[in-house]
């Protein structure tokens, strides 16, 4: 049972434009969100996280908002830059109990120059 | 910048023999993690250790793989014997006290089994 989802596979956007990558859940426990990004035949690196108690936060170009009662966060990269195109991971995961992440399935972004 | 390193890089092998993955997490980081990634989907965890107890081992295929970080710091997985359906990059991750913070992931190993 997929507890983290992403329904897009896939995502192509203009240089320049705004990429939005959008994200599920379904456990209420969740109370913090990461999103990875991941090039070819390499780990995913860290982009930005949150927290639920807060709904946004933001680190340069990079913007991530939480919608709790919805259960959904985005990601927001504007301007998009080629070098951002890559496998974009959303995981969760909660303070109470083994503090593991749950990993979504991946949305794979495309930014034509 | 420190990093989790991760070999081999690529490993390929015949269905039933065993392989083996080592995994030297960030200096100082007491949470370790070995996540399995079968193309097109998200990573999702193996095992987890503290220091070098198990904390999260619920999604081990027991009969067939098995993990150790006997003295705290690196730490080794095994299958045995490796099956098809194997095949998936198998990747480690550290954390400095496994909170409510990122994890820092080594590049993988890409697992073929044939």
């Known amino acids: 049972d997929q507890q983290v989802k992403q329904n897009s596979p896939s995502l192509s956007v203009q240089e320049g434009r705004i990429s939005i990558l959008n994200c599920d859940y379904t456990?209420?426990?969740?109370?913090?969100f990461l999103w990875y990004k991941k090039y070819p035949a390499e780990g995913p690196t860290f982009l930005i996280s949150i927290s639920s108690i807060k709904d946004k936060n933001e680190d340069g170009r990079f913007t991530v908002f939480l919608n709790k009662s919805a259960k959904h966060l985005s990601l927001h990269i504007v301007p998009s830059q080629p070098g951002d195109s890559a496998v974009y991971f959303c995981a969760a995961g909660a303070q109470t109990g083994a503090n593991n992440l749950f990993f979504g399935t991946g949305t794979r972004l495309t930014v034509i120059p | 910048e420190a990093e989790v390193a991760q070999s081999p890089r690529y490993k390929i092998t015949e269905k039933s023999q065993a392989v083996a993955f080592w995994c030297d997490p960030i200096?100082?980081?007491?949470?370790l993690y070995w996540y399995r990634q079968i193309l097109g989907q998200g990573p999702e965890l193996l095992v987890q250790f503290q220091d070098e107890s198990v904390v999260d081992d619920s999604q081990l295929p027991k009969d067939r793989f098995s993990a150790e970080r006997l003295k705290g710091v690196d730490s080794t997985l095994k299958i045995q014997p490796a099956e098809l359906g194997d095949s998936a990059m198998y990747l480690c991750a550290s954390s400095l006290l496994g909170g409510n913070e990122k994890l820092f992931f080594g590049s993988g190993t890409q697992l073929s089994v044939l």
């Open positions: 456990n209420s426990m969740f109370d913090y």
């Open positions: 200096s100082g980081h007491a949470t």
